[in-house]
């Protein structure tokens, strides 16, 4: 226990200070900026948490660097807009029917007929409430459940039955995730593919890259995942603007705001509060499934267990409640199968990861938690795991980013309604715009740009023929690191054919992938 | 973002074909990765023997691994859609028609143009400062360094690539469009170039 407190405390500690050992402000205010950030970009309907952190990453790159210290301010904002994004979205759902983000969706259920009888701030505070607090319950979790999750992967799972978990988690994605898992499965194993252009690991030189000399160095990974994530989905909006062929309405004015929610009425939502953010939780661990279906069970669960049922929908403050603390939740929960196995489950995930990967060598996966005993050598340095501090220091930056949440937050989502009122047929086209500019700053010229139009071609294509992009952007960051186990694996066993299947465990994990895929095309089929 | 496929309103009727289309694509491309691509494109086989005498994976391990898996998916996909007939055959069913192609060629065809744009704008300033005489320099590399030439081209070719977007949704392009166009492109401008130090905008990184 005495390891885990001094490591806690090294966490702590080491995001506030500087590479000199001075006292260091800058990841505190980036967690400041990203909650500020994200709590507007979640009021701005069209926007949402993952585009401001796709368009984030390589300006928060540009401007601090690769180095290890580069890695927190990042980090802090990123994890900022991640936080801020999911409290931001109720404004607009609640004042004006309309969700700022699509996990805030099912809040218009209650909040929004909530403002039209002239309880607008009430229900505006009550989504706050909830929000923040499911979001401090998932983290709780994490903190407490990642490391856990961590050491027992660590000690039961090798080479093998690592390999066999990420192909799981896959399978359960492409299967969980929108309605065709045959193509979202040959989707992931697309997004596998295109990410092994210009790489090798056996040194005979770079492969596939057509003999084009640039893409030695292997595909730009932030702009790939800008041009897949975010130009496509800008693409398709604009294309839909296009063919709607009508102009944006202006939404009428902002509802009577009313009465503030009392403490008692706060008091009397902790059970709500609590089922909302259980729910979230659980469906936030698992790789795949979305905000949506959290807030979805939840809502649907508290007006099952209501004496009034038939007042959701009415406005009833109990489906604020629900929805927000779901929703809410999963963000933290999300980073369960990130921290503990490497392994992202949401788009915000993705990104979280992606900036880890581009900036200094610190790396998600079990082996963060392994719980080195620090030593200090004369002469020489301390020895421990520097990983671990970095956890601690993330889960440091995300309590820090949920206290501005509860302070700043709550005062600025009242004053957030007019950013409804901003074109969206104006905003896609800058954002397009930023969004280009990114990609070529980022990498170094049209390399970069060029790249992200290619993967927005992809993108594009995917979403189309309703193939889910989530498998493909989660196997293009993964296969390196399969890649890794699987050679790995194949080496130890000695050249064995089935050394994939040679271990009970991952056995177990690939016989349960291919019932998951079975079973949701059947379920397809019967739809 | 939405975390959900979009749904697309030209899906079911007869869209069960882009899925048949789709399995029979998978299949060339796996056949035409196994057979022309990764032999010309990858420098060790599916196993190499290393410099200890063990055979261990070659770089073509995983991308046959990969392909390979996708075979039989791809089966699977191209017999549920013949054995469903014109039923969906349990995947849901997306669709890429004429006019979405004419879109992208579209938006294509913009961002080019602006990209042009952006590489020409600066040696054109260069060409007029020296024609009238306010500068004498060899071209743009020699002041791609020097505020405002390094901006030029990103500054107009931004401004047009957003209006060209901004006239695509709106149908329309007001003056108030393209002062926002602009604006949005001197705020990259200052933020990127006024700010920080170690990057370049377009095209400056490519000269």
Known sequence: MDLVLQYIGLGVTSVFTGAEGGLWLMPLAMVVVGVLVGILVGATPGLSGPFAMAIALPVLVSIFGYSNEALYPVLGCLVGIMKGATVGGAVPAILFNTPGTPDAFLTTLDGNPMARKGLGRKAIQTAHFSSVMGDNFSDIVLFVAAPIIAVGVERVLGLPEKSALIILSLCFMAAVVGGAPLKGLIGGLLGMFVSLVGSTLSGNGPRLTFGIPELGGGLPLTSCVLGVLVLSEVLISIEDMRNERRRQTTPPEAPEMGPKLTWGERGRMLPGILRGATIGTLIGALPGIGTTTAATLSYDTAKRRSKEPESFGQGNPQGVVATESANSAVSGANLIPVMSLGIPGNFAAVFIILAVETIGDFAFGPQVFRFTPIREIEGFDTILNKDLVMAFGLFTMMVMANAVNWTVGGFLMGLLGYLVRIPKDVMLPVILTVSLTAAYVQDGGYLGLLSACGFALIGYALRRLDISILPFVIGFLLAPTLEGLVRGAYTASGGDALFLVKSPISLVMLALSVFLLVRMVRQARRA | ?207
């Open chain 2, 1 to 207: 973002m939405s975390e959900r496929p979009v749904e697309t309103d030209a899906a079911p009727q007869g869209g069960g074909r882009w899925n048949l289309w789709l399995g029979l694509g998978t299949l060339v491309f796996a056949a035409v990765c196994l057979l022309i691509w990764f032999p010309r494109d990858i420098g060790s086989g599916f196993l190499q023997t290393n410099l200890t005498g063990r055979l261990v994976p070659g770089d073509a391990f995983f991308p046959i691994l990969l392909v390979g898996l996708m075979v039989p998916l791809a089966l699977l996909l191209v017999f549920s859609q013949l054995r469903g007939g014109t039923a969906r055959g349990g995947e849901a069913v997306g669709d890429i028609s004429g006019a979405n192609l004419l879109f992208l060629l579209r938006a294509i065809l913009f961002v080019t143009v602006s990209l042009l744009v952006m590489n020409w704008t600066g040696p054109a300033l260069v060409w007029l400062t020296n024609t009238l005489g306010l500068t004498e320099v060899s071209g743009y590399r020699a002041v791609s360094g020097t505020f405002p030439f390094r901006a030029s081209g990103f500054f107009v070719g931004g401004t047009l690539l957003t209006s060209g977007f901004i006239h695509t949704t709106r149908h329309e392009l007001r003056p108030r469009d393209i002062l926002v166009a602009a604006l949005t492109t001197a705020v990259l401008i200052l933020i990127f170039d006024g700010l920080l130090d170690n990057v370049q905008l377009p095209p400056n990184a490519d000269l």
